[in-house]
């Protein structure tokens, strides 16, 4: 039926990116409210969790369950056993992995960034391609990539990690034009784009510079009250918001509605950096 749908974690298609075995299990119900995935230790002595701590911005928070089997975790230096039934929850910044103390250890893994709606990216879809990534088959990978594409998913980190292949495989247009889809799905994916090395052969062409260039290079969202002070005065705005057709708090309702500051970025990131040293100041003070 429509409303729910029912499998056992031994249906779900097995995955693997050359690390840890896994199941798709979001991908596989197309949930879009969470993140949610099966990782599985084929032996004993397996890793099971690969080693990370969501250390970048906007990085989950995740809750891991032992569903079968018996895992010990190393959290943030600290080592414990962790037999089925046993919950483990990480915040962003906590370094973590987990082995498997027997065969078949599995654990469901949960995650969402704090505060944030949930935003489906992909990665998962873009695992099996991985081993062929790092072995630097670029080609292979974006021609495998690409068949993944076919249907145009509304997932962001997938259209970028073929992009980056792409790029190093020499297809300019085909990277270009999915480095654009992947903005167009999702703005997290914009910074990404100044220092990864992934982008470095297609970085000087106009077209990166234009439709995908780096955040310096577009202006920041409008969320500064500089513009709504000077639209009611009838000034104009220094970034061109058009304070003649939005009105004052033309700013504030221009971000409602998803639309951009249009005009000059680095007087927009300048200001923005100095309103974020004041509020890191304010909060220094009340803690």
């Not at 031994?10 to 197309?30: L, N, S, T, W, Y």
């Not at 654990?107 to 505060?115: L, N």
């Amino acid at each position: 039926m429509d409303g729910y749908a029912v499998a056992h974690v031994d249906e779900i298609a097995e995955m693997d990116d050359g690390r840890a075995p896994m199941r798709a299990v979001r991908h596989h119900f197309g949930i879009t409210a969470f993140g949610v995935n099966v990782w599985i230790a084929r032996e004993s002595g397996a890793r099971v969790i690969n080693e990370h701590d969501e250390s970048e911005p906007d990085s989950n928070e995740e809750l891991y369950l032992v569903l079968r089997g018996r895992a010990s975790f190393e959290v943030d230096g600290e080592q414990f056993d962790a037999p089925a039934g046993t919950f483990v929850f990480v915040r962003p910044g906590v370094k973590r992995t987990a082995f498997g103390e027997g065969p078949d250890t599995t654990i469901i893994a949960v995650g969402g960034v704090p505060g944030k709606p949930y935003e489906p990216g992909g990665w998962e879809l873009f695992a099996p391609l991985r081993p062929l990534y790092e072995a630097g088959d670029y080609a292979q990978a974006a021609d495998r990539g690409r068949e993944l594409l076919a249907g145009d998913p509304p997932y962001a980190d997938l259209f970028y990690n073929v992009a980056c292949c792409e790029s190093l495989a020499g297809q300019k247009d085909q990277a270009i034009a999915h480095l654009r889809r992947a903005i167009e799905l999702s703005e997290r994916t914009r910074p990404f784009l100044e220092g990864d090395s992934d982008l470095d052969p297609i970085r000087q062409d106009p077209a990166f510079k234009e439709r995908a260039g780096p955040v310096r290079q577009r202006c920041h969202p409008c969320q500064l009250r500089a513009c709504d002070k000077r639209a009611a005065r009838g000034g104009a705005c220094p970034r061109r918001c058009q304070p003649g057709r939005y009105g004052a708090g033309g700013c504030r309702r221009a971000r409602r509605r998803g639309r951009r500051c249009r005009g000059l970025s680095n007087l927009c990131l300048q200001v923005r950096r100095r309103q974020l040293t004041a509020a890191d100041a304010r909060r220094q003070t009340s803690d």
